[in-house]
């Protein structure tokens, strides 16, 4: 998993080297207001995913089990409602905020910090080396981030992460991922590169990208969050489909013309030879309307047939 991690990021550390200018010896400044672009991934960053659309993840049944009986009213849920969005996701949606703590007598870098404006969760990373908590501290939505310097690039490993999602059509990603992070400026543009490792729900890593451009004019308002009755429902009711029994599943398929299983995802979908597969599948097609009462009745008794 490592070695497919490793060769996605050098592949972008190279193609950033040969754009960029020379960088320089001393390692960068994250330090700013960074404002997020959003010209990757718009099914992640912008109106979101239809339910079923799973392709390019390398989810495993599981997972796949996990977004089939997912319903999107589950998060107007009261205990739901103002969940912040861990490091792993936050991206897609939101301007970062990062600044850092120097241990006024040694002038060493203690600390990291990032704020994402979408409810504005915050992050501490640290650079003094300080060890990982042991495998039953408690687990947090921002978990434990410790970071190291790679040249210019900062690399970041967060573990100690509540469960929380891959995509917002109910794909989870566990308690048990670790998330490491690379951090590569190149003049104004900051990219942050997100690489999951998930024994629970993903059979590889989870690659993805995000760009984000210097803003020193970005603010974020603040974010209070208030649990209202957004949807009135039974008290214990907890929204979700039975296995098998959510009707939306074949939409996103249906709507393009793809193949049924290219939509359920999984690595296979992730990679060019895919493509040999995907021209010898039938593509899906909408369901024919259901007979009217009337068409379906019997003939009466006697009626001739026409």
């Given at each position: 998993?490592?070695?497919?991690?490793?060769?996605?990021?050098?592949?972008?550390?190279?193609?950033?080297?040969?754009?960029?200018?020379?960088?320089?010896?001393?390692?960068?400044?994250?330090?700013?207001?960074?404002?997020?672009?959003?010209?990757?991934?718009?099914?992640?960053?912008?109106?979101?995913?239809?339910?079923?659309?799973?392709?390019?993840?390398?989810?495993?049944?599981?997972?796949?089990?996990?977004?089939?009986?997912?319903?999107?009213?589950?998060?107007?849920?009261?205990?739901?409602?103002?969940?912040?969005?861990?490091?792993?996701?936050?991206?897609?949606?939101?301007?970062?905020?990062?600044?850092?703590?120097?241990?006024?007598?040694?002038?060493?870098?203690?600390?990291?910090?990032?704020?994402?404006?979408?409810?504005?969760?915050?992050?501490?990373?640290?650079?003094?080396?300080?060890?990982?908590?042991?495998?039953?501290?408690?687990?947090?939505?921002?978990?434990?981030?410790?970071?190291?310097?790679?040249?210019?690039?900062?690399?970041?490993?967060?573990?100690?992460?509540?469960?929380?999602?891959?995509?917002?059509?109910?794909?989870?990603?566990?308690?048990?991922?670790?998330?490491?992070?690379?951090?590569?400026?190149?003049?104004?543009?900051?990219?942050?590169?997100?690489?999951?490792?998930?024994?629970?729900?993903?059979?590889?890593?989870?690659?993805?990208?995000?760009?984000?451009?210097?803003?020193?004019?970005?603010?974020?308002?603040?974010?209070?969050?208030?649990?209202?009755?957004?949807?009135?429902?039974?008290?214990g009711s907890v929204p979700h489909y039975l296995p098998g029994a959510n009707p939306y599943l074949k939409e996103y398929a249906v709507k393009h013309g793809l193949p049924l299983e290219a939509t359920r995802g999984g690595a296979e979908t992730l990679y060019p030879e895919y493509m040999v597969?995907?021209?010898?599948?039938?593509?899906?097609?909408?369901?024919?309307?259901?007979?009217?009462?009337?068409?379906?009745?019997?003939?009466?008794?006697?009626?001739?047939?026409?």
């Amino acid at each position: 998993m490592r070695t497919c991690e490793r060769a996605a990021v050098a592949v972008l550390w190279a193609a950033m080297l040969i754009l960029a200018p020379a960088a320089a010896n001393a390692q960068v400044d994250l330090v700013g207001q960074w404002q997020a672009t959003y010209y990757e991934d718009p099914v992640d960053r912008r109106g979101g995913p239809l339910p079923g659309e799973y392709e390019g993840l390398p989810l495993n049944d599981a997972a796949r089990l996990h977004a089939d009986t997912w319903d999107p009213s589950l998060i107007s849920v009261p205990e739901r409602q103002c969940i912040p969005h861990p490091p792993d996701y936050g991206t897609n949606f939101s301007g970062a905020r990062i600044w850092k703590d120097i241990d006024p007598k040694t002038g060493q870098l203690v600390a990291l910090h990032t704020e994402l404006a979408w409810m504005m969760p915050r992050r501490t990373i640290w650079m003094d080396g300080r060890p990982r908590p042991p495998q039953h501290a408690p687990h947090t939505w921002q978990g434990f981030s410790s970071g190291v310097w790679e040249g210019d690039m900062l690399t970041v490993t967060t573990t100690h992460l509540k469960t929380g999602y891959t995509r917002r059509s109910g794909v989870p990603r566990s308690d048990k991922a670790v998330v490491r992070e690379h951090f590569i400026r190149n003049d104004n543009m900051l990219t942050w590169i997100t690489v999951v490792n998930d024994p629970v729900y993903l059979t590889q890593p989870y690659i993805k990208s995000r760009d984000f451009m210097y803003d020193p004019g970005l603010t974020f308002p603040a974010f209070p969050c208030k649990v209202v009755v957004e949807v009135p429902r039974e008290e214990g009711s907890v929204p979700h489909y039975l296995p098998g029994a959510n009707p939306y599943l074949k939409e996103y398929a249906v709507k393009h013309g793809l193949p049924l299983e290219a939509t359920r995802g999984g690595a296979e979908t992730l990679y060019p030879e895919y493509m040999v597969r995907l021209r010898t599948l039938p593509s899906e097609k909408a369901a024919p309307p259901a007979p009217s009462a009337a068409a379906s009745r019997p003939p009466s008794r006697g009626a001739r047939n026409q």
